[in-house]
């Protein structure tokens, strides 16, 4: 027999079924507009028709959906789904989701980002659509979700422009930056224990977009945790925070850490608050945090 917990989920699933299945005021396939058809299929998840009701569980599916037109089709977003600001913002939790509370909202599509194991067949078992799109590794993955979102939304076209639209401004970004005559190196925090991207990442590779020399990479692959003396060790002559706003992690704070005085970064005064959201999804913002570091990287070089 199973655990309690898991129980009780297999009944509330049962229940909220019988209660979905009585329901008839399911959008028609007649509402998808001209040139948008349905069904389609986004991996192994068909959308019948064109959803009305989406709930994004996902901060970064948030921002795409927006950024896609398919704001108005938008009825709840997790607590951490901050941006953009009109966007429904509710209590639900992408993290630990609660069935109950994500099925009050009667969505007809479903985008999340963590699946703790069992959202992906209860959405199945209650026939809601539900999309699975986990974090990018890379730039490519981060196309490809706003692509399929564009699909399983009805905005197939407006996908492909916002696509279209980043690939262009980051071309011109990468190009503003004047390349150096040797590479710079950096360290891009993610929280005061000294977690750290390797550019095995894709944050990883937006810093590779801009040439510089990741110091983690000599650590190890993927998401690794440094040390206070590795890093006083490996000398960056930048540091990028992306634990400002979180964790109140600032240039002062940095420069008071043992031996960290003592850093190029920190004696240069080269260390970057970044705004911790926007340097923690993949969607449209990549562009600013790009702008945002090319930006940096230019006054550094004493360009105007």
């Known amino acids: 027999m199973g655990t309690p917990s898991k ?11 019988l209660i979905a299945g009585g329901c008839s005021d399911t959008p028609s396939p007649s509402s998808a507009p001209a040139g948008e058809p349905f069904p389609v299929s986004v991996g192994s998840v068909t959308v019948p028709r064109r959803p009305e009701r989406i709930v994004s569980l996902s901060p970064t599916a948030t921002e795409i959906l927006f950024a896609i037109g398919a704001g108005r089709q938008v009825v709840a977003v997790d607590e951490a789904s901050s941006f953009p600001a009109e966007a429904p913002r509710t209590g639900l939790s992408g993290y630990t989701p609660n069935l109950e509370a994500l099925a009050s909202y009667r969505p007809d599509l479903v985008v999340y980002s963590i699946d703790p194991g069992e959202l992906g067949g209860a959405l199945a078992t ?27 939304t009805g905005h197939r076209a407006e996908a492909s422009r916002l696509v279209g639209s980043m690939k262009k401004q980051i071309t ?22 000294y977690y750290t991207a390797t550019s095995q990442t894709f944050i990883g590779e937006i810093y590779g977009l801009l040439g510089l020399d990741n110091i983690a990479d000599r ?23 992306a634990d400002a706003r979180c964790c109140g992690q600032s240039a002062a704070t940095v420069a008071a850490r043992p031996g960290w005085d003592q850093i190029d970064a920190v004696k240069n005064g080269a260390v970057f608050p970044l705004d911790d959201d926007v340097a923690s999804r993949w969607g449209p913002r990549t562009v600013d945090l790009l702008q945002t570091l090319a930006a940096r990287l230019t006054r550094e070089a004493g360009h105007p």
């Open 126 to 152: 209650l026939r809601m659509p539900g999309i699975l799109q986990p974090p990018a590794e890379r730039m490519d993955d981060a196309y490809r979700q706003i692509t399929e979102l564009g699909a399983a």
């Open 172 to 193: 011109a970004i990468i190009k503003s930056v004047a390349e150096p005559e040797s590479p710079a190196s950096y360290y891009h925090e993610l929280d005061e224990g």
């Open 7 to 17: 129980v009780r989920w297999i009944a509330l699933v049962t229940l909220l079924a």
């Open 219 to 241: 650590a190890g692959n993927g998401y690794v945790k440094l040390s206070g003396e590795y890093i006083v060790e490996a000398n960056p002559d930048l540091i990028f925070l």
